[in-house]
């Protein structure tokens, strides 16, 4: 029971500081998180329909629609007809929205880099190891 309550008082600041770790990367670019987890998913895909898109995102398809209809509009995402099926329209990032998920991407890894840089070298390793084993544990759960 103790390591319960231990990790359910950890949680929260825990969520706060990866808050404010995304809203440094973020700082400055006219997106937003949900955006940048629609440009994630898509870029992860390299092309995808909107019922991948909406399904991935465990939203609705008029949602995941909103969401493409805003990207299309900033010139990160671009709609063509499917070439096998020319009822089916495909997704895709266009060049600038690659560059931006580059670009988020190599602020991520920055702010982690910052955060491990505090660690000795033993208790990243002890940290990297933890969150492998929350993410397979977290994994099996869905």
């Not at 609705?60 to 009822?87: F, K, P, Y």
């Not at 890894?109 to 002890?126: F, H, T």
Request: glycine share 6%; aromatic share 4%; with cysteine.
């Amino acid at each position: 029971m103790e390591h319960i309550e231990r990790i359910a008082r950890l949680y929260p600041p825990l969520m706060r500081g990866m808050g404010r770790l995304r809203a440094l990367v973020h700082e400055g670019m006219d997106l937003t998180y949900n955006q940048y987890k629609t440009l994630l998913t898509i870029a992860d895909r390299d092309a995808c329909s909107l019922g991948d898109l909406a399904r991935d995102l465990e939203v609705a398809m008029s949602s995941a629609s909103q969401m493409v209809e805003r990207l299309v509009g900033q010139g990160l995402v671009e709609r063509e007809q499917d070439a096998a099926n020319r009822r089916q329209v495909v997704i895709r990032l266009t060049p600038s929205g690659r560059d931006l998920i580059d670009e988020l991407q190599q602020g991520i890894l920055s702010g982690y880099e910052k955060v491990l840089a505090r660690l000795p070298e033993s208790d990243q390793e002890d940290l990297v190891r933890s969150f492998e084993t929350i993410a397979r544990i977290l994994d099996k759960l869905t």
